[in-house]
């Protein structure tokens, strides 16, 4: 039997049923299908890039650093990380929003602050931003974990990308902010387990800013609300130092969490910000709050720093 779906009447197979099973790892990027409406609705209506309300185009490359910001509003040095830090002290880092941004610019971007970081050329640096729709496989995917033929999702207009993070398979799409913090985990005790642990706590701290109560889940990463998903997080330490990081979902379409089995887990719903208030929550003051959480959690004072965008 065929599913006739797509913007084109593509005759595609169902998927067949997958096992329940749970994250692929510490960091793996989990994030659970909805319980929303129908994936036929969904796809009646459309899930990818020509589904989307916003009008930003995505940013496609960037150059130099440019000027940060201070908190006065005129030009600052760069600062640096000597003779900061000491206990009581919270140290200086980059603040980067890059808007709406595709995945592969964006990853590009994460690999070239990685290498400057293992180098000590600059400070720990936090991404900000938000994706088209994009779906990333990780170092643990399960191909029978798309829903669909990898057709299905180009005519949807949605990417796949293979991406170097653990876990398994995860969605972006406008509406859900994406934070990479590349940061020095040598200088945060050197355990990562207390680094996911933290960037949790971070998740949590900005969530409840809003009135939502979130919590952690015994044997799963990320920030829960009831028993569903509001926030996943996927990393990659290299010379300990991190790269990818987390997705919290605020006011994006969770239909595109049902065209795939996100790290195998099909027993859990996903919420976003917007679903559990009843209204739309503005993404500035969620990336405020983020902003505030990760200067308590990681004792850090964050500087904004601007890149030269261009291609979009």
Partial sequence: ?????????????????????????????????????PLSHAVREGLGVRASNSRR????????????????????????????GSEGHPKPAHLIDLGLIRYEPAFALQRKLH?????????????????????????????????????????????LHPTDRGG??????????????????????????????DLEEVLIRALAEFGIEAHREAGYTGAWVGDAKIAAIGIKVTKWVSMHGFALNVNNDLRLFQTIVPCGIADRPVTS????????????AVKQSIVRAFEVVFQIRFHRVYYRVHGG
């Fill in 1 to 37: 039997m065929h599913l006739p779906i797509g913007v084109s009447g593509i005759a595609i197979p169902p998927s067949p049923p997958n096992p329940l099973s749970r994250d692929a790892g510490e960091g793996g990027m989990a994030a659970q299908r909805t319980r929303a409406a």
């Fill in 57 to 84: 185009a995505p940013h496609e490359g960037f150059t130099a650093l440019e000027i940060p910001i201070g908190t006065g509003g005129g030009e600052a040095q760069l600062p640096s990380e000597r003779g900061t």
């Fill in 115 to 159: 290498a400057q970081r293992v180098a000590g050329e600059i400070p720990n640096t936090l991404l900000l931003l938000e994706h088209p729709p994009v779906i990333t496989l990780g170092k643990a995917f399960h191909p029978e974990h798309l829903r669909f033929a990898r057709e299905f999702y180009a005519q949807q207009g949605i990417e």
């Fill in 168 to 197: 398994d398979v995860t969605c972006h799409n406008p509406g859900q902010l994406v934070g990479y913090p590349i940061f020095d985990v040598s200088q945060h005790g050197r355990d990562l387990h207390k680094f996911l642990r």
């Fill in 273 to 284: 910000m917007g679903q559990v208030l009843g209204r739309a929550v503005p993404m500035e």
